[in-house]
């Protein structure tokens, strides 16, 4: 809509307008209706009294009756007519019928959301054919197929009927929140470099109970303790990285980067594998440094940004 229609574009700094029929519009309807059905009824009222009053021979009842008829008909159809002005000499807002206005904000996507949907299909490796049993298809694994197959590297293919299939990110939460919206930019960043060096699962970028607001670590009484078979709030450790800046400022809001921290599962070749891979490949780039950024932690591996 134009903004001299729609002020509100500029006064919030909406991408448009929309307008919806309000009650007042129905009204209008209403009332224009009323006045036609009125001004037809009138009519009828005052052609009758004229029949009355013409056989009315003299009658005095009848001719008044038909004055009557012709007066009240005459008196109503004037009100009907004149509401309007009644109605704008009371307040002029009576009679100006506006449509709900409602300011539309555009929708943009997170950027570190764009950067790991953009890494979605970084993993890329080759796969038997789909007519082996034992060997689960591109399809079922959620991969899309590289025809190219450059993605894979043509050195590694072992037999040319092999085909390329690139895997999306995968996630460890599928029961739970998506937590790629609390990524801060630069961590999106880092989680695409891991990514492209194989498929690794992450098992954690924020706190699920953040979600359901059982944990708020900016609460000075807030309880950490990740120890099982302890209550806990909070899955991580107070001061945790995977907060960034809800340690001290909060609150929480879902469509929010703020982590500095991710968690990888540990994969079949061992935590200290995949721990050599990010520092080789991505520790310079992102200046991480061993036993203190890139940590094995039991079933998965931490991975946090210096500076958060």
């Known amino acids: 809509q134009n903004p001299k229609s729609c002020p509100e574009i500029n006064e919030t700094k909406a991408a448009g307008c929309l307008h919806i029929p309000w009650i007042g519009e129905y009204l209008a309807s209403l009332y224009k209706f009323a006045v036609l059905a009125s001004t037809i009824v009138a009519t009828v009222v005052i052609m009758i009294a004229g029949f009355i009053w013409l056989t009315a021979g003299g ?10 008829y012709i007066g009240g008909a005459i008196m109503g159809l004037v009100l009907m007519l004149g509401s309007y002005t009644i109605l704008n000499l009371i307040n002029s807002d009576l009679v100006i019928f ?7 904000v555009e929708k943009k996507e997170l950027e570190q959301v764009k950067i790991l949907e953009a890494a979605r299909y970084q993993s890329c490796r080759w796969l038997d054919p789909q007519t082996q049993k034992e060997q689960p298809s591109c399809q079922s694994l959620q991969g899309e197929i590289d025809l190219s197959g450059e993605r894979c590297g043509f050195a590694s293919r072992t037999a040319p009927e092999q085909t390329c299939c690139c895997f999306p990110i995968p996630l460890d939460l599928a029961t739970k929140n998506d937590q790629k919206a609390n990524a801060t930019i630069k961590l999106a960043e880092l989680i695409t470099c891991v990514q492209a060096k194989g498929m690794q699962t992450i098992t954690s970028i924020s706190d699920d109970n953040l979600f359901n ?12 303790n990740p120890q099982p078979g302890y209550q806990q709030n909070c899955q991580h450790h107070r001061g945790s990285k995977h907060y960034g800046r809800l340690n001290t400022t909060g609150p929480f809001t879902p469509n929010s980067g703020f982590s500095c921290a991710v968690d990888f599962a540990t994969p079949v070749g061992g935590c200290a594998t995949l721990q050599d891979t990010v ?30």
Do not use: Y
């Not at 005095?60 to 009557?68: E, F, L, Y």
């Not at 506006?98 to 539309?104: F, I, Y």
């Not at 900016?218 to 309880?223: G, P």
């Open 59 to 68: 009658n005095v009842n009848q001719i008044g009756t038909a004055k009557s």
């Open 98 to 104: 506006k449509a709900l206005r409602v300011a539309v």
């Open 213 to 224: 607001e059982t944990c708020q670590p900016w609460d000075s009484n807030e309880i950490f």
């Open 279 to 308: 520092l080789r490949f991505c520790g310079s780039q992102f200046n991480l440094r061993p036993d203190d950024e890139v940590l094995c932690e039991g079933s998965h591996l931490h991975v946090e940004l210096r500076s958060c």
